[in-house]
């Protein structure tokens, strides 16, 4: 089946680590993207990558860092630099116009 | 800087009809998309308008209108299942197909 699959659903870090989430596609996108969403908040980009070895800051890419060696691949590192790192994380990509997501990671720093 | 305006909840009856309005103002505009996220789950695609007017599929449609900067989602025949939170998302011009979200309406469909 084609589609975005994120890994962990759920993950647990202490405060001070960094942490990586994992995102593969298999729909042959070339763009890739990571958003953080908070309670009562919108999506809020954090990269985004429309080609491998490249891409590009969100509006919040502070305390954070991504590679894009494969074109299927586009992990989302969260540093301890990151403030506030509690949140649900989802993937997506995009074709022509339409992002698809992936089921989303919530990760607890405590 | 980009703003994008949804009501932050709505309640209706089941087997009614809704709309859900969003207002936007930003630098650019290639388009405006509706999803569906339901609670801890990922957003899925509901519609896609680039051009003024309605777009209808099945018990779900969207409108634009481009010189006011507005859009609307109706959706007719509730169900319980369509207990979500709705989000209206902006592709920005300049590349990257980058969206830019409003904050989501929940929306709750009581018996």
């Known amino acids: 089946d084609g589609g975005i699959t994120q890994s962990p659903k759920y993950l647990f870090r202490k405060e001070g680590q960094n942490v990586t989430l994992s995102c593969e596609q298999n729909l042959n996108h070339d763009a890739m993207y990571w958003y953080r969403q908070d309670p009562g908040q919108g999506l809020r980009l954090i990269y985004y990558s429309q080609i491998v070895n490249d891409f590009q800051k969100g509006d919040i890419a502070e305390g954070y860092s991504v590679s894009r060696e494969k074109k299927e691949s586009f992990p989302l590192t969260v540093t301890s630099a990151q403030k506030n790192p509690t949140a649900f994380y989802l993937c997506?990509?995009?074709?022509?116009?339409?992002?698809?997501f992936g089921p989303g990671t919530r990760l607890t720093v405590t | 800087g980009q703003n994008i305006d949804q009501p932050t909840e709505m309640t209706a009856t089941e087997g009614a009809i809704v709309q859900i309005n969003c207002t936007y103002q930003t630098s650019g505009f290639n388009g405006l998309f509706w999803y569906q996220q339901h609670a801890g789950e990922a957003p899925t695609f509901l519609s896609y308008?680039?051009?003024?007017g309605l777009e209808e599929k099945g018990r779900f449609s969207s409108f634009l209108s481009r010189s006011k900067g507005y859009s609307y989602l109706l959706l007719k025949e509730l169900q319980m299942k369509d207990s979500a939170s709705y989000l209206c998302?902006?592709?920005?011009?300049?590349?990257?197909?980058?969206?830019?979200f409003g904050t989501g309406t929940q929306l709750k469909v009581e018996l």
């Open positions: 998302a902006v592709i920005l011009t300049g590349g990257g197909n980058k969206l830019t």
């Open positions: 308008n680039v051009l003024d």
């Open positions: 997506a990509s995009s074709g022509i116009y339409e992002q698809y």
